[in-house]
């Protein structure tokens, strides 16, 4: 005989299943590059890109609401139970619901306030980010593979028509100049990062080229990118009021001098520089 179909038991199994769906995205993401490193390099982990894993954590997070919302309609007596005291009466006091306030409290404050743990999961994440930074290598700047090929080649001191015939050299089927890197990319099966270091003669000195995520990097970590001289950087920061250590941030740094991590990465590069 066969079983009898019940709305409830489907709205169990969606709330279980896109919880699945949304945990395991989540899990992926925080492992994933920034997105401009990810698009840049073509990531993608276990056949999926981080656009991809993205698309799919947004979905199943609106079907998980609705079944989840769905889910306390049909539960709402068991629900109400747990706010019920010996007497039956409705207390917002009872032990478990002040222990899950308590926790839920606990981290969204943390997170805001950044302690430990949860600025332990932020920072690894970050140091996360960075490595594929790192590893992969940073665009020029953010969403660079949607700027074109005359564009990237003016920035970078070079005429388009010389740009285009470095391309197609290397086998790169290209249109024109107005193409966008991520065109060019897609249509030749190669990621946007290899489209640019071939069209680019001559990459710009570490010294000068721009940094990405400026006002997160700590001073320790762009001293030892060859930014700044970092004994400097401190001395100078020191004389303006600001106590900095190698782990201070360059926004944290520019806040306390009412300026911005760009102006004060300038004023800090000249700083290092002057004798």
Known sequence: MEEKFTLKKAVSLTLAL?????????IMLFFTPRGKIANWTDWTLLGLSKTQYTDLHITSMFLFLAAGIWHIYYNWK?????????????TPFKKEFLLALTLNAFFVGGTLAHV?????????NTRIKNYWEHEKGAPPFGHAEEATVASLASMNGTDAG???????????EVGNAEQTLQQIAERNGITAQRIYGIMVPKQKSAASAPVSGLGRRSLEELASMGRFDLDKAAAYLRTKGFEATPQSTMRDAASALGTTPYDLFETLQENSAAR
């Open 116 to 124: 430990a743990p949860m600025q332990s999961i932020v920072d690894l």
């Open 162 to 172: 010389s740009a285009v015939k470095r391309l197609r050299s290397a086998g790169i």
């Open 78 to 90: 068991p629900l109400t139970s747990y706010f019920k005291n010996t007497a039956r009466r409705m």
């Open 18 to 26: 896109s919880f699945i769906v949304m945990g395991y995205t989540g």
